[in-house]
């Protein structure tokens, strides 16, 4: 392998790489290119090393944890990079963004991809953790994001403007590219169950992923008396401040109006046993991919008003738009549709066209590879 261009992605967790990763780099595989993954190993190591990549086992607690064990990740991380000397880094999120780039700066990696998946709770938050955070997290990048053998992979022109207009990532750095994709083969359409119309909320259960709005609005809808099951899918995430604890969880469904079902493997069956998706988020997302899953299975769409939402439904034609937090909107939005199939049914085929032309995970997947090729030059197998 010693005469292939090695790419090393930085991710926290393994999951995340074979939800969001795994197809952009078993295309950077076919193209010629050694690949490692250095990530927190969980549950994923077969299918990561089925790949054909090498897994390096890394500890990275997602969370902001004490100075101390930063300062050993940030070690491991240097060491990692001066083990493998990668020619280019693929850093994936907020804190492999930072420490990855500190690391590849202080063992000279050549080339550097800073992957953001939306600005998150350090960006949206409102808290005074968040407010400090933000500042910091704006200092770091721009000591390290304007280099001129860096670039910046951001999901929608909200972030990119933000990051612009704050003077913290120049222009000529950034480059958009719309999510990770979706694989439009394994989430098809399929015709709407009978009865009584169900709503699935497919995300980590998050109050900032709008979960309190969306049971707020089960709680006006059920004194409306409106006729809908309002379905809970996805587990707690201890590493996120703004988690929603699990007794909440189970307090909601004991109440009875939403039914939390924990983690769910099959997503496409639970899309195509539904009516409604909705993700009414105020998290600073990138572009969610449960909500590309949502379109490419001809789902109509109920999200909040923000970055990220607002790139894949389209107010009127494959969804509806309400304000985010504002829980008697997003009521009235899923009243709307749950009762009236022949809207759910046009938003829902005008989410699939949307889903192909634009989200697929082939496109993605070359746009991807084509900044690969750029950067690399004549290291691109090849040759540029």
Same mark, same amino acid.
């Given at each position: 392998?010693?005469?292939?261009?090695?790419?090393?992605?930085?991710?926290?967790? %393994?999951?995340?790489?074979?939800?969001?990763?795994?197809?952009?780099?078993? /295309?950077?595989?076919?193209?010629?290119?050694?690949?490692?993954?250095? +990530?927190?190993? $969980? %549950?994923?190591? %077969?299918?990561?090393?089925?790949?054909?990549? @090498? !897994?390096?086992?890394? %500890?990275?607690?997602?969370?902001?944890?004490?100075?101390?064990?930063?300062?050993?990740?940030? =070690?491991?991380?240097?060491? !990692?990079?001066? /083990?493998?000397?990668?020619?280019?880094?693929?850093?994936?999120? &907020?804190?492999?963004?930072?420490?990855?780039?500190?690391?590849?700066?202080? +063992?000279?990696?050549?080339?550097?991809?800073?992957?953001?998946?939306?600005?998150?709770?350090?960006?949206?938050?409102?808290?005074?953790?968040?407010?400090?955070?933000?500042?910091?997290?704006?200092?770091?990048?721009?000591?390290?994001?304007?280099?001129? +053998?860096?670039?910046?992979?951001?999901?929608?022109?909200?972030?990119?403007? @933000? *990051?612009?207009?704050?003077?913290?990532?120049?222009?000529? $750095? &950034?480059?958009?590219?719309?999510?990770?994709?979706?694989?439009?083969?394994?989430?098809?359409?399929?015709?709407?169950?009978?009865?009584?119309?169900?709503?699935?909320?497919?995300?980590? &259960?998050?109050?900032?992923?709008?979960?309190?709005? !969306?049971?707020?609005?089960?709680?006006?809808?059920?004194?409306?008396?409106?006729?809908?099951?309002?379905?809970?899918?996805?587990?707690?995430?201890?590493?996120?401040?703004?988690?929603?604890?699990?007794?909440? *969880?189970?307090?909601?469904?004991?109440?009875?109006?939403?039914?939390?079902?924990?983690?769910?493997?099959?997503?496409?069956?639970?899309?195509?046993?539904?009516?409604?998706?909705? !993700?009414?988020?105020?998290?600073?997302?990138?572009?969610?991919?449960?909500?590309?899953?949502?379109?490419?299975?001809?789902?109509? =769409?109920?999200?909040?008003?923000?970055?990220?939402?607002?790139?894949?439904?389209?107010?009127?034609?494959?969804?509806?738009?309400?304000?985010?937090?504002?829980?008697?909107?997003?009521?009235?939005?899923?009243?709307?549709?749950?009762?009236?199939?022949?809207?759910?049914?046009?938003?829902?085929?005008?989410?699939?066209?949307?889903?192909?032309?634009?989200?697929?995970?082939?496109?993605?997947?070359?746009? +991807?590879?084509?900044?690969?090729? $750029?950067? *690399?030059?004549?290291?691109?197998?090849?040759?540029?």
């Amino acid at each position: 392998m010693a005469d292939k261009p090695k790419i090393l992605y930085l991710v926290t967790e %393994d999951w995340y790489f074979c939800s969001h990763r795994l197809p952009i780099a078993r /295309a950077a595989r076919d193209a010629g290119l050694e690949v490692v993954v250095a +990530t927190r190993v $969980q %549950d994923h190591r %077969d299918e990561i090393e089925r790949g054909g990549f @090498t !897994l390096i086992p890394l %500890d990275f607690p997602r969370r902001l944890s004490n100075p101390w064990r930063e300062l050993s990740t940030l =070690i491991a991380i240097i060491r !990692l990079y001066r /083990a493998e000397r990668p020619d280019i880094v693929h850093h994936v999120a &907020m804190k492999p963004v930072v420490l990855g780039s500190v690391a590849a700066l202080m +063992t000279g990696v050549p080339r550097v991809i800073n992957a953001l998946a939306g600005l998150g709770y350090v960006f949206a938050g409102v808290s005074a953790k968040a407010r400090i955070l933000r500042f910091l997290n704006g200092l770091a990048f721009r000591l390290l994001l304007n280099r001129p +053998t860096s670039r910046v992979i951001v999901q929608n022109p909200d972030d990119r403007d @933000t *990051l612009i207009g704050a003077g913290i990532v120049e222009a000529e $750095q &950034m480059v958009l590219i719309r999510g990770s994709g979706v694989d439009v083969a394994r989430f098809t359409p399929a015709p709407e169950p009978e009865g009584r119309p169900r709503l699935a909320f497919v995300s980590r &259960m998050l109050w900032s992923k709008g979960a309190g709005v !969306l049971v707020e609005a089960a709680r006006v809808l059920k004194a409306r008396g409106v006729a809908i099951d309002i379905v809970l899918a996805g587990l707690p995430d201890a590493a996120n401040p703004a988690s929603v604890s699990e007794a909440e *969880l189970k307090a909601w469904h004991q109440e009875g109006a939403v039914e939390w079902i924990g983690f769910v493997n099959d997503v496409p069956a639970l899309l195509a046993g539904c009516h409604i998706v909705a !993700l009414p988020s105020f998290y600073g997302e990138g572009v969610p991919k449960c909500l590309l899953e949502a379109a490419a299975s001809a789902r109509p =769409i109920v999200a909040a008003d923000g970055p990220g939402l607002r790139e894949i439904v389209s107010d009127g034609v494959n969804g509806i738009l309400v304000p985010p937090r504002d829980a008697e909107a997003l009521a009235d939005a899923i009243e709307r549709l749950a009762g009236d199939r022949t809207l759910r049914r046009r938003m829902g085929q005008a989410g699939r066209r949307i889903a192909e032309d634009s989200f697929a995970e082939e496109i993605v997947v070359g746009e +991807t590879l084509a900044l690969y090729r $750029q950067v *690399l030059g004549a290291r691109w197998p090849g040759g540029g």
